[in-house]
């Protein structure tokens, strides 16, 4: 495995605070709520910056913070049962992730504040009121997901020349993806694309959408950054990898053997998200925080992949890449 510095810096401004831990007032242990769109196991990598950020911050659990956790296993239909745990909890703050779970959180409280650690275009989502000034009682970190989409397109068919025709998974139950798959199709059309939309709304769905590729055939497979694809990356994977279909996805998705990845570095994200949380923790109203964008995008290639698959992918488009899987 080769690794290379790739750090694209496209708006807003990264975190940052001294190594050395921040000390906090004694004698004051504060709840944080954390509500998981997926399953502990699987957003694991991402909690983990989170908890890490606090700790530089000087937010020791157990003696400053405890964290409180609830966890929908990809079921959306549970976020608001598990958003008003939470808020009985009498939480100090919520740290939630996606819009389905931005949305939820924010139907069980307008007090408590929220803390969306990665969540895509929060503006037109109707869950904040702008950017610079999110209003209510939410901020929280946006991650580009049209200009996401519409890149991953254009990456599959510069990797791919003569590709004429690419599926595109989405999750219609998550608000953020019809912008998302309206940017890729442009992309799409702009490029003299076929795009085929193939959906997926629960776990369940997952082995009768991508089967039904073989009904509706296509060269090359491009996925939407969703908790319920993310939670399915070795099965949908695997899938594309068996019918020798390249994939663009997601992180998770290159290390489970997809052709490419590029998106945000999410982990940066949770890292930030620390800080939001200490300037509320501090008295900072939550609506008066600026919502901040991914400074940080990784591009990876998986030659491995590319070999099986028998596709060459252009030695310039490896050399843009930060990470290459030999």
Request: proline content about 7%; charged content about 20%.
């Amino acid at each position: 495995m080769r690794r290379r510095t790739f750090i694209k810096i496209v708006g807003g401004a990264a975190v940052t605070w001294p190594l050395a831990a921040r000390a906090q007032p004694s004698g004051k242990v504060y709840r944080i709520g954390f509500l998981g769109v997926t399953s502990q196991a699987e957003y694991a990598r991402f909690v983990e910056p989170l908890r890490v950020g606090l700790r530089q911050l000087g937010y020791e659990e157990g003696k400053h913070i405890v964290i409180e956790y609830r966890w929908a296993e990809a079921r959306y239909d549970r976020l608001p049962e598990l958003a008003a745990e939470l808020v009985k909890l009498n939480v100090d703050v919520i740290v939630t992730h996606s819009t389905p779970g931005s949305r939820a959180a924010k139907q069980a409280t307008s007090t408590v504040p929220i803390v969306m650690a990665a969540v895509s275009d929060p503006v037109d989502t109707g869950l904040v009121v702008s950017l610079a000034r999110p209003g209510g009682n939410l901020t929280g970190l946006d991650i580009f997901l049209p200009e996401i989409a519409t890149k991953r397109v254009e990456l599959i068919r510069e990797a791919i020349p003569t590709l004429i025709r690419a599926a595109i998974l989405v999750n219609p139950a998550n608000p953020s993806h019809l912008m998302a798959l309206a940017a890729a199709q442009r992309a799409a059309s702009a490029l003299g694309l076929e795009y085929v939309p193939i959906e997926v709304k629960a776990r369940d769905d997952i082995a009768a959408a991508i089967t039904s590729l073989a009904a509706r055939p296509a060269s090359a497979l491009v996925a939407i950054d969703d908790p319920l694809i993310i939670s399915n990356v070795k099965q949908i994977a695997g899938f594309a990898l068996k019918n020798r279909l390249p994939l663009i996805g997601f992180k998770p998705f290159a290390e489970a053997g997809a052709l490419m990845e590029y998106g945000p570095d999410v982990r940066d994200l949770f890292y930030r998200s620390a800080a939001f949380v200490d300037k509320i923790l501090k008295g900072t109203p939550p609506g008066s925080l600026p919502i901040e964008r991914a400074v940080k995008f990784e591009f990876i290639v998986n030659q491995k992949t590319a070999k099986t698959l028998d596709v060459t992918v252009p030695l310039t488009l490896v050399a843009r890449a930060n990470q290459v899987i030999d």
